[in-house]
Nanobody, 124 residues
Framework: QVQLVESVGGSVQAGGSLRLSCTAS????????MAWFRQVPGKEREGVGA???????RYADAVNGRFTIYRDNDKNTLYLQKTSMKHEDTAMYYC??????????????????WGQGTQVTVSS
C-alpha cells in the first residue's frame, strides 16, 4: 500500500503564491505518476497537474503557466508551486499517485492512491 500526506494549505491573497507538498510512504515501487487534483463543493474533482517519475508533466489549461508541479524522488515528495493565484483557485487540493504512466492516466481522477486533502483559500 501507499500513503500520501499533504502539507497544510492555507489562505493567500489574490496574486500571491503558495507551495503545497505531498509526502509518500509505503510501497514506493507502486508509484510512477503523481498528480494534484482540486475540488470545490458541488463540482467534480479536476486535475491540476501530473508528473511521471522521469519528469514528464501535464497541466490543466486553467493553471498552465501559473502552477509548477515537480517531485523529489529521493525524498518521495511531490510539490505544487502556485503563483499569480486567483479566487477561482480556492479549493480542496488532493495529492494522488498511481503505477501507470501519465499517457494512460492523464488528468482524470482514476488514480489509485489519494491523500486526505488540504484546503487552499484565495481571497480577493
Amino acid at each position: 500500500q501507499v500513503q500520501l500526506v499533504e502539507s497544510v494549505g492555507g489562505s493567500v491573497q489574490a496574486g500571491g503564491s503558495l507551495r503545497l507538498s505531498c509526502t509518500a510512504s509505503g510501497s514506493m515501487y507502486r508509484i510512477y505518476t503523481m498528480a494534484w487534483f482540486r475540488q470545490v463543493p458541488g463540482k467534480e474533482r479536476e486535475g491540476v497537474g501530473a508528473i511521471e517519475r522521469g519528469g514528464s508533466t501535464r497541466y490543466a489549461d486553467a493553471v498552465n503557466g501559473r502552477f509548477t508541479i515537480y517531485r523529489d524522488n529521493d525524498k518521495n515528495t511531490l510539490y505544487l508551486q502556485k503563483t499569480s493565484m486567483k479566487h477561482e483557485d480556492t479549493a480542496m487540493y488532493y495529492c494522488a499517485a498511481d503505477g501507470r504512466p501519465l499517457g494512460v492516466l492523464v488528468l482524470r481522477p482514476s488514480y489509485k492512491y489519494w491523500g486526505q486533502g488540504t484546503q487552499v483559500t484565495v481571497s480577493s
